[in-house]
């Protein structure tokens, strides 16, 4: 649990001077004291984040992170065709899934997801039973969520076979 304490502090300071660009006394000491409090803010969590190093999960991560770029570019596309061609014929509406995910992280990371993809917003992630509800603004936008690519991805993510 300390090493991990530890990771983060030293990753929270050298991201804060990395931003910073200055590396004089008062910069530095600000860093230590910043890093040091969100280290003791975040302590308890550490124990519920993944326990498998960064170079095992990197594969699965990068994969993880293409699908998410291709959904993007996707959800750009649909959303541009859809409002210059089929402005008049919006099909908004609101789906509700459970996907199969293992962990609470999981579900944040695709409820994050799916609202960084243009054209559906998360709308609410139920706690205790894991059902989602979105709103997409087409219904190809709204199709395949709850076992699409970014469900497969994060479930490799989290240890599952992907199917």
């Given at each position: 649990m300390y090493k991990r304490q530890i990771v983060l502090f030293v990753a929270l300071l050298l991201f804060w001077l990395?931003?910073?660009?200055?590396?004089?006394?008062?910069?530095?000491?600000?860093?230590?004291?910043?890093?040091?409090?969100?280290?003791?803010?975040?302590?308890?969590?550490?124990?519920?984040?993944?326990?498998?190093?960064?170079?095992?999960?990197?594969?699965?991560?990068?994969?993880?992170?293409?699908?998410?770029?291709?959904?993007?570019?996707?959800?750009?596309y649909v959303v541009a065709k859809t409002i210059l061609f089929n402005g008049s014929k919006l099909e908004s509406g609101v789906v509700?899934?459970?996907?199969?995910l293992r962990t609470s992280w999981g579900r944040v990371i695709l409820a994050n997801s799916i609202t960084l993809t243009p054209g559906t917003v998360t709308i609410d992630v139920n706690p205790d039973t894991g059902v989602f509800m979105v709103h997409g603004m087409t219904r190809s936008l709204r199709e395949g969520l709850a076992d699409g690519r970014l469900v497969r991805r994060i479930q490799a993510l989290e240890g599952s076979k992907v199917k």
């Amino acid at each position: 649990m300390y090493k991990r304490q530890i990771v983060l502090f030293v990753a929270l300071l050298l991201f804060w001077l990395l931003l910073s660009s200055e590396y004089d006394a008062q910069h530095i000491i600000t860093g230590i004291v910043l890093a040091a409090l969100v280290t003791w803010f975040w302590r308890d969590v550490s124990d519920l984040l993944p326990s498998q190093s960064l170079m095992k999960r990197f594969p699965a991560t990068a994969r993880f992170g293409l699908a998410l770029l291709w959904e993007i570019i996707v959800g750009n596309y649909v959303v541009a065709k859809t409002i210059l061609f089929n402005g008049s014929k919006l099909e908004s509406g609101v789906v509700t899934f459970r996907p199969d995910l293992r962990t609470s992280w999981g579900r944040v990371i695709l409820a994050n997801s799916i609202t960084l993809t243009p054209g559906t917003v998360t709308i609410d992630v139920n706690p205790d039973t894991g059902v989602f509800m979105v709103h997409g603004m087409t219904r190809s936008l709204r199709e395949g969520l709850a076992d699409g690519r970014l469900v497969r991805r994060i479930q490799a993510l989290e240890g599952s076979k992907v199917k």
